[in-house]
């Protein structure tokens, strides 16, 4: 569903056992605000800046061409991640909450949904267009659309970025966002052996 784990602000070695019982050895374990070094035997795969942006006054709306994705379509969905990159978005990350795409001639080309659902916020995430579409604004229709959903339920839209994504940074300020906070981001992987405490 998600690769996100939490570790107390001071882990020790029995937090580190836990998330190593948890983490897909394969894809590793994203922690973000992460401010001691992993113990011996994990290896840091990459370490970077997320910025946190939310709502500040965005144009949220409803879009015709907008469908709402379903679990059927998750072939097409992991597809569409796997080649553009969003970010994590695993076979159930649909589950997390309302998805929204758009599709030419049958074929996915854009999506942007929910992911996590803090009390009064909602994540907009999964924002992807098909390098072939982009430059059409369909990414931020589904931003936009999304975010409106998630203001009919009350809700304040926030969402996740990489610093070093400048492009994605400007758009999403073009489009009301602001910046909240930046926070460490990093992907690690527990050791191949790991005893559980």
């Given at each position: 569903m998600s690769p996100f784990m939490a570790l107390p602000d001071s882990p020790g070695?029995?937090?580190w056992a836990d998330i190593a019982a948890l983490a897909d050895p394969d894809r590793g374990v994203t922690l973000t605000g992460l401010t001691v070094e992993p113990p011996d035997g994990w290896e840091v795969v990459m370490r970077g800046t997320v910025l946190q942006l939310v709502d500040d006054g965005i144009a949220a709306a409803p879009d015709d061409e907008a469908v709402?994705?379903?679990q059927a379509?998750?072939?097409?969905?992991l597809a569409l991640a796997e080649r553009t990159k969003p970010g994590p978005f695993l076979p159930r990350t649909i589950e997390m909450g309302?998805?929204?795409g758009i599709r030419h001639g049958g074929r996915l080309v854009a999506m942007a949904g929910e992911r996590l659902r803090p009390p009064g916020w909602t994540e907009i995430s999964g924002v992807c267009t098909?390098?072939?579409?982009?430059?059409?604004?369909?990414?931020?229709?589904l931003v936009l659309a999304v975010a409106a959903g998630i203001r009919m339920r009350g809700e304040t839209?926030?969402?996740?970025?990489v610093a070093s994504n400048t492009n994605a940074v400007r758009?999403?300020?073009s489009l009301g966002f602001r910046l909240r906070r930046a926070?460490?981001?990093?992907?690690?992987?527990p050791p191949a052996e790991t005893s559980i405490s």
């Open positions: 070695d029995a937090d709402t994705l379903t379509d998750v072939p097409e969905m309302t998805y929204l098909d390098a072939d579409r982009r430059g059409q604004g369909l990414g931020t229709r839209p926030f969402l996740h970025v758009l999403y300020e926070a460490t981001l990093v992907l690690t992987r």
